[in-house]
């Protein structure tokens, strides 16, 4: 068969290759959707509230390859809440010392 159909060898080749790959790397492959909602809410808290930078350059900085479906900043608690890849997650500011924190 590899001789008569050397494209469609290679092919099935790679594909249990990528296969193999993925059983190997599952349990990253899984963590990957809360890392993106966790990073934006953390990072926006962080830019914004113990920085102090303006909300536009926060969104420019944790701005990624992989877009949030949902976004929201509330400023009079300092909660921000990102959503993606149909995870959320939430960071507050809790003071001076302390910083921001992802929430449970």
Request: charged share 15%; aromatic share 12%; net charge positive.
């Amino acid at each position: 068969m590899i001789r008569r159909r050397p494209f469609i060898s290679l092919f099935l080749l790679l594909l249990l290759a990528l296969l193999g790959w993925v059983w190997h790397e599952r349990v990253n492959l899984q963590a990957f959707p809360d890392i993106i909602a966790a990073y934006t809410a953390k990072e926006y808290c962080s830019c914004r509230y113990v920085a102090g930078n303006p909300a536009d350059y926060c969104l420019g900085y944790v701005k990624q390859y992989v877009p949030t479906s949902a976004f929201a900043d509330h400023p009079d608690s300092r909660l921000v809440t990102a959503s993606g890849l149909g995870r959320t997650h939430s960071a507050q500011w809790l003071g001076e010392r302390q910083g921001c924190r992802l929430l449970p």
